[in-house]
């Protein structure tokens, strides 16, 4: 605890970034994974074998853009730089270690961005109003395990400070996101949760309630709390899609997965 706490402290972020729980929600998932990276291993596998295959052909300088980077377990680090790309990665937050190994090669730019647009204002002002996400342009968009991620945060902390969220909130952030992206992107997100006891399961939670998706190209489970990580006999897993966002495509948004 104490650990994590200096931390917390150490790692630099705008007060709005600490304030509303994404440091230190970064060191945690970096914790979690200490604790269970044997039970993610195939999923982050899984994302890796896709964004490789996602550039394959695409030309040596090109330009590779991730958005939800994170401590990057889930990117091929490695392959992306010897293939010469140019890796833009972004987070809310980057925890120091992950500057440390990269902060000197020239082809990777960090770039702490809250993708939302909302964070500031709803920190600073109590208030919802959306600011311009600028970002630099790209050859190929990366939407990294983050899609149901982005109003969690928010949501909490407007549930704290008594702030109304209209109607519909945590949809329109998730749908923003994927106009964010534009065309010519790879899309990875969990599509439900799946909570289990003594190996029977309890509950079944999709993450996109209201619609119905368009089937992956490809899918797989990510035990995300193994047995005896939260309760001895507990798990959680989560279901996890990986799509494709053609230039043909038209404006994307979660209608385009089809409305139940």
Not at 17 to 27: D, F, L, W
Not at 89 to 114: C, T
């Given at each position: ?8 402290f ?22 979690r ?14 994302c ?62 960090f ?5 939302s ?18 970002l ?5 968009v ?23 969220l ?10 923003d ?69 053609y ?14």
């Amino acid at each position: 605890m104490i650990f994590e706490l200096l931390r917390h402290f150490l790692t630099p972020a705008p007060p709005e970034i600490k304030a509303m729980g994404y440091v230190h929600e970064a060191i945690a998932i970096e914790a979690r994974y200490n604790r269970c990276h044997t039970a993610w291993a195939s999923h982050l596998a899984r994302c890796r074998l896709n964004i490789l295959a996602a550039v394959k052909g695409m030309p040596p300088g090109a330009t590779i853009m991730i958005i939800g980077s994170g401590a990057l377990h889930d990117v091929p680090m490695d392959e992306l730089l010897s293939a010469e790309f140019r890796l833009i990665l972004v987070d809310i937050v980057h925890l120091p270690k992950i500057h440390r190994l990269y902060r000197s090669h020239d082809r990777v730019q960090f770039i702490e961005q809250d993708v939302s647009g909302y964070v500031k204002n709803l920190y600073e002002k109590k208030i919802l109003l959306k600011t311009a996400v600028p970002l630099p342009q790209a050859d190929l968009v990366i939407s990294l395990n983050i899609l149901s991620q982005l109003p969690l945060k928010m949501v909490a902390y407007a549930e704290k400070y008594n702030v109304i969220l209209p109607d519909g909130f945590a949809r329109d952030v998730m749908e923003d996101h994927l106009k964010l992206l534009g065309t010519g992107a790879l899309l990875i997100s969990d599509l439900e949760s799946d909570f289990e006891l003594a190996d029977a399961l309890l509950n079944k939670k999709p993450i996109f309630p209201d619609f119905a998706m368009l089937e992956p190209f490809d899918e797989w489970d990510w035990v995300i709390a193994p047995k005896g990580e939260l309760e001895k006999d507990f798990a959680i897993s989560h279901r996890v899609g990986c799509w494709h966002i053609y230039p043909s495509d038209p404006d994307i948004t979660l209608n385009s997965f089809g409305e139940v």
